[in-house]
């Protein structure tokens, strides 16, 4: 019962998409570490807080998350050691500030929160055998009582009303609704297209250059660390493909289990003995690193060769002259056992190795450079001849650049390709004939005229418009929670004593 309840939890956990992770440790500072007692983890509210008292608080959170209260507990702490600390420290927090704010719940209050948990729940109903159930495995196992998930659920209360407060905060403008209706309003413009490699071609770099930026960067230019097996592989059987359920199960795990057998008697008797013995094929690698990839041979297909290098490395480099064989490594529809065969160790490259590399990092920049000073220069220009009345398209082949045009686009626009939506994104703030600043790009840059921008699409703001607005107020929430929970923390006396040394 008890696996079957930390499986739940973690089941639970993996459905926490957003956490708002407060580390109380943030505020610990060894200079101001106070001598509170050899048992003294905490002093909070200008109450000390013993280690068994702290750790008892914090098997809380884990009852928290099997009672179905995930929010509260996500919001407090996270599936960790220190994470079920921060919950500790917050849940403090939330009682106290609780009280401070008038929110007590009753009695019957929390007895009517318990009932409506929908983990003591069978059919929209309380089920008491669900109940004492989850409680047996919830409670008694981590010693905690039914006064702790009273607690627990009084202090969710609390939380829950503290939160709604602080949401009732923030709020989005007509201005920011403005920007967001424009998500759904297509554009019509072209972009100015900045490529740095017709910049590289005037860049010159020197073998002062190249030596100077070796010396200062000598330290990361390291080769692979490359090394190369033998293995064997346990294909499933022909037919297994056609084979559904248990069947396909069972016939996986017979093949699992022969080559676990071949590789424990493998480590025992030698990787060559045990392949003769079993009669196996051995197959050997090129060399690889430590993601799979294969050295670089002249005249070499590497995708090609490759094998089963990516599958087989993650074990290949956690092995050793003392221990060679690995365990069994799956890799698609085979199994595969592994015996290292040969390691080259990584070692500094020299000036001439890295030479190819220096360069293009050093003609990057240099291009990159030269392209902000001419974009800026071009953009100036441009945008001075388009407000004196100039039409762009005259403007923009008169200075010689090259532009995209696009007519109708909008950043939802998911027909539109992806290299396009960019120009809309980049169109957002503009007004009509405005020009925008350079985005740079992995390969130069470009910048964007706004000509028109199109009546807003009205079905589809409906439909999907405040989907961002309330993440917009989401984001707010989370950000006011945040701030506060903090605040609280620095307000509360926060402080750690000797016992926290351990």
Known sequence: MFTWMRTHQRKLMLAITILVIISFISFYDPRDHAHLGPDVVVRIYDRNISRGD?????????????????????????DSEQG?????INAIIIEQEGRKLGIKPGDDEIK???????????GCQFDPQKYQLISQIALSPQGLSQVDLDDV???????????????????VTKTETDYISRIFQSVNGAAVIFDRAEFAKNVKVTDAQIADYFKASAARFVTPEWRAARYVSFPL?????????KAKIDAQQKVADASDAFATHAAAAGFEKAAREAGLKIETTLPFDRSGNIKPIAGLNAAAAGGPAQALAPAIFTLSEKSPVSGVIQSGNEFLVADLVAVTPARPMTLEETRPEIVRQLTDTAAQAALDKAAAQTLASLRAAVKSGTPFAQAAAAAGLKTQPFTNLSLIDEAAPADQRK?????????????????????????????????????????????????????RRNALWHEWINAAQKDSGLRFGDGDRG
Request: no cysteine; charged share 30%; aromatic share 10%.
């Open 423 to 475: 120009y809309a994104d980049s169109a957002m703030m503009l007004g009509e004939n405005e020009i925008s600043g350079l985005r740079r790009e992995a390969d130069g840059g470009f910048a964007v005229w706004l000509e028109k921008r199109l009546p807003i699409d009205r079905k589809k703001f409906e439909e999907r418009g405040q989907d961002y607005l309330t993440g917009m107020l989401e984001q």
């Open 54 to 78: 702290f750790e008892h608080n914090m098997r809380k959170f884990n009852l928290a998350l099997a009672i179905g209260l995930t929010d509260y507990a996500s919001q407090l702490g996270s």
């Open 84 to 88: 079920a600390a921060d919950f500790a």
């Open 153 to 171: 659920v009084r202090n969710s209360l609390t939380f829950d009303r503290i939160k709604k407060i602080l949401d009732s905060a923030p709020a």
């Open 237 to 245: 059987p022909a037919d297994a493909s056609k084979l559904e359920g």
């Open 112 to 122: 009517d929160a318990i009932v409506a948990l929908p983990a003591f729940q069978t």
